[in-house]
């Protein structure tokens, strides 16, 4: 059964004493370690460790400490060069050559060839290795034959043309591959343990040397990697709390220097009493409802479009969030292009004329006010999400009618229940760009990816997106935003804010740079 308001509330404020009690007892040893030492909130602990099974942003951003791609990322979030020193594109666009590092060792010593990389994306594409993420290297050649079984890894478009010379041939234009280089479904292998991801040798500027669940992720710099001799410091402890307000109390406590978000309703006190370490910044994100379309409640559309015009996105970015979202109509953030498509019609109506229409849609899906409608929204642990979905339950009640059960589950186990839509209606969801261009979003709702836990599977759309890829420059883009706006009047999710990032830094930590991508590899951190 789900929790009333009332018990969710009383719960959540016990879990937030248990976790300060927690810190207060169980951390002494992370603020005994040494000052080389940073330690940084990871938000929840990451759901695998393994290149081509990690998909939750804390196991990425783990990951991109410890490993390295081609491309890597620099301190304002741009690609640089990685494990490789220098490529060059053809004219066409469409073969890339890389320069490998000479020099580059993995962290047992042995040397980084292209044959690491041909190993890996072979795995990562293969049908068996249900690697979440494989869709994003579906621009190399055969790369989407081989994803559906059509044909066999060792056809994919990527070559060693000698021990350190790495080719790779695309099958359509890709101009965002380089940042596809620096995501960890894109990194090399070595030979040894590759199903071990505690116990494989890395290539990044830190190791694992300690895994404690639910409590602390040690990594150690690595004295192999081809740039240690300018990384500063020593260690990073990454401490899973899902807690923001636990983060925030450990923060205040010193025993984070770093945190992974900050509390919902505190920004205006942060902004007054911790001025100097709230760091906040627009970022390539958006935050959905998904609706389960595969359910019979959520087929209707006119029904879908109800509930999406029933939410009051303006209160939920103002008073919920209150640190400077903006609120959505679309899925594809500002920074991306001019999209919006039918979300732009809805955004110009003013709030009564947006009721009277969810009504109407409501009534034409067959429902009335009297209807006992009851959906679910699963959301994972989070006192934001919560505040969130509670907000929408409220709204949805008044406009609509509608009965709304909230249900929290911890993070991996509301990965898989999303992942199955055996029981998800209503859930959490939303995307942080793994690349600059809009099909990083856009890619979620195609039929037969991976990521789509909609099940919106709609042949038209697949279309206009595989036409898309067939254009360049501002045609493309036109396509794109036709796109979207076909798939906003689908509705399988329903937009409701787009992203900044959050985060409080201590005044000790020197080269965090705030940038769009909100990637900070610890790599370029020093600590006073």
Same mark, same amino acid.
């Given at each position: 059964?789900?929790?009333?308001?009332?018990?969710?509330?009383?719960?959540?404020l016990?879990?937030?004493?248990?976790?300060?009690?927690?810190?207060? #007892?169980?951390?002494?040893? !992370?603020? +005994?370690?040494?000052?080389m030492?940073?330690? /940084? $909130? %990871?938000? &929840?602990?990451?759901?695998?460790?393994?290149?081509?099974?990690?998909?939750?942003?804390?196991?990425?951003?783990?990951?991109?400490?410890?490993?390295?791609g081609?491309?890597?990322f620099?301190?304002?979030?741009?690609?640089?060069p990685?494990?490789?020193v220098?490529?060059?594109?053809?004219?066409?666009?469409?073969?890339?050559?890389?320069?490998?590092?000479p020099?580059?060792?993995?962290? #047992?010593?042995?040397?980084? !060839?292209? +044959?690491?990389?041909?190993?890996?994306?072979? /795995? $990562? %594409?293969? &049908?068996g290795?249900?690697?979440?993420?494989a869709?994003?290297?579906?621009?190399?050649?055969?790369?989407?034959?081989?994803l559906?079984?059509?044909?066999?890894?060792?056809?994919?478009?990527?070559?060693?043309?000698?021990?350190?010379?790495?080719?790779?041939?695309?099958?359509?234009?890709?101009?965002w591959?380089?940042?596809?280089?620096?995501?960890?479904?894109s990194?090399?292998?070595?030979?040894?343990?590759?199903?071990?991801?505690?116990?494989?040798?890395?290539?990044?500027?830190?190791?694992l040397?300690?895994?404690?669940?639910?409590?602390?992720?040690?990594?150690?710099?690595?004295?192999?990697?081809?740039?240690?001799?300018?990384?500063?410091?020593?260690?990073?402890?990454?401490?899973?709390?899902?807690?923001?307000?636990?983060?925030?109390?450990?923060f205040?406590?010193?025993?984070?220097?770093?945190?992974?978000?900050?509390?919902?309703?505190?920004?205006?006190?942060l902004?007054?009493?911790?001025?100097?370490?709230?760091?906040?910044?627009?970022?390539l994100?958006?935050?959905?409802?998904g609706?389960?379309?595969?359910?019979?409640?959520?087929?209707?559309?006119?029904f879908?479009?109800?509930?999406?015009?029933?939410?009051?996105?303006?209160?939920?970015?103002?008073?919920?969030?209150?640190?400077?979202?903006?609120?959505?109509?679309?899925?594809?953030?500002?920074?991306?292009?001019?999209?919006?498509?039918?979300?732009?019609?809805?955004a110009?109506?003013?709030?009564?004329?947006?009721i009277?229409?969810?009504?109407?849609?409501?009534?034409?899906?067959?429902?009335?006010?009297?209807?006992?409608?009851?959906?679910?929204?699963?959301?994972?642990?989070?006192?934001?999400?919560?505040?969130?979905?509670?907000?929408?339950a409220?709204?949805?009640?008044?406009?609509?009618?509608?009965?709304?059960?909230?249900?929290?589950?911890?993070w991996?186990?509301?990965v898989?229940?999303?992942?199955?839509?055996?029981?998800?209606?209503?859930?959490?969801?939303?995307?942080?760009?793994?690349?600059?261009?809009?099909?990083?979003?856009?890619?979620?709702?195609?039929?037969?990816?991976?990521l789509?836990?909609?099940?919106?599977?709609?042949?038209?759309?697949?279309?206009?997106?595989?036409?898309?890829?067939?254009?360049?420059?501002?045609?493309?883009?036109?396509?794109?935003?036709?796109?979207?706006?076909f798939?906003?009047?689908?509705?399988?999710?329903?937009?409701?804010?787009?992203?900044?990032?959050r985060?409080?830094?201590?005044?000790?930590?020197?080269?965090?740079?705030?940038?769009?991508?909100?990637?900070?590899?610890?790599r370029?951190?020093?600590?006073e």
């Open positions: 059964m789900g929790m009333t308001l009332i018990e969710a509330t009383v719960r959540g016990v879990s937030a004493l248990i976790a300060m009690v927690f810190c207060a #007892n169980s951390h002494a040893d !992370v603020r +005994a370690e040494s000052a030492v940073i330690r /940084r $909130g %990871l938000g &929840p602990e990451p759901d695998s460790l393994h290149i081509h099974r990690a998909q939750g942003l804390a196991a990425i951003n783990v990951l991109r400490d410890l490993r390295e081609l491309v890597s620099g301190a304002d979030g741009q690609p640089v990685g494990g490789a220098s490529w060059e594109v053809s004219s066409n666009g469409m073969v890339w050559t890389f320069q490998l590092r020099e580059a060792r993995w962290s #047992n010593g042995d040397g980084i !060839v292209a +044959a690491d990389y041909l190993r890996a994306w072979k /795995r $990562g %594409l293969a &049908p290795t249900a690697g979440p993420t869709s994003l290297l579906s621009p190399v050649m055969n790369a989407r034959a081989v559906a079984g059509r044909t066999s890894p060792e056809s994919i478009g990527i070559r060693a043309l000698g021990p350190h010379t790495l080719e790779i041939e695309l099958e359509i234009p890709a101009p591959l380089l940042e596809i280089l620096a995501h960890p479904v990194y090399p292998l070595h030979s040894q343990s590759i199903d071990k991801p505690r116990k494989s040798p890395v290539n990044g500027a830190f190791t040397t300690d895994w404690s669940p639910h409590a602390q992720l040690l990594l150690t710099r690595n004295e192999n990697f081809h740039d240690a001799g300018n990384v500063a410091i020593e260690s990073i402890a990454y401490l899973p709390v899902e807690e923001p307000t636990a983060e925030l109390a450990r205040r406590a010193g025993e984070l220097d770093i945190t992974e978000t900050i509390p919902s309703g505190r920004y205006q006190w902004r007054e009493n911790l001025p100097s370490q709230l760091r906040v910044q627009a970022y994100g958006s935050f959905w409802l609706l389960n379309v595969s359910k019979p409640m959520l087929q209707s559309i006119d879908r479009k109800a509930l999406s015009l029933a939410i009051d996105r303006d209160t939920l970015a103002r008073v919920v969030l209150g640190s400077g979202e903006m609120p959505a109509w679309g899925v594809i953030p500002p920074g991306l292009g001019s999209f919006g498509g039918i979300g732009k019609e809805y110009a109506l003013d709030r009564e004329a947006r009277r229409e969810a009504q109407r849609l409501y009534r034409l899906s067959g429902h009335n006010a009297s209807d006992s409608v009851r959906l679910q929204i699963r959301y994972n642990t989070s006192s934001l999400h919560r505040r969130v979905v509670v907000a929408v409220a709204m949805w009640k008044q406009v609509l009618g509608v009965s709304t059960e909230l249900i929290n589950e911890e991996k186990v509301f898989n229940n999303r992942k199955m839509g055996v029981l998800t209606e209503v859930f959490r969801g939303g995307w942080i760009a793994d690349f600059g261009d809009p099909t990083t979003f856009l890619d979620l709702f195609l039929s037969d990816t991976e789509n836990t909609t099940f919106y599977s709609n042949a038209r759309y697949d279309q206009m997106l595989s036409d898309a890829t067939q254009l360049k420059g501002a045609e493309r883009m036109n396509k794109l935003a036709a796109s979207e706006a798939l906003m009047s689908e509705m399988p999710v329903i937009p409701l804010y787009y992203y900044v990032s985060h409080l830094v201590s005044t000790k930590i020197h080269g965090y740079v705030d940038n769009v991508r909100d990637i900070h590899l610890s370029y951190l020093e600590v």
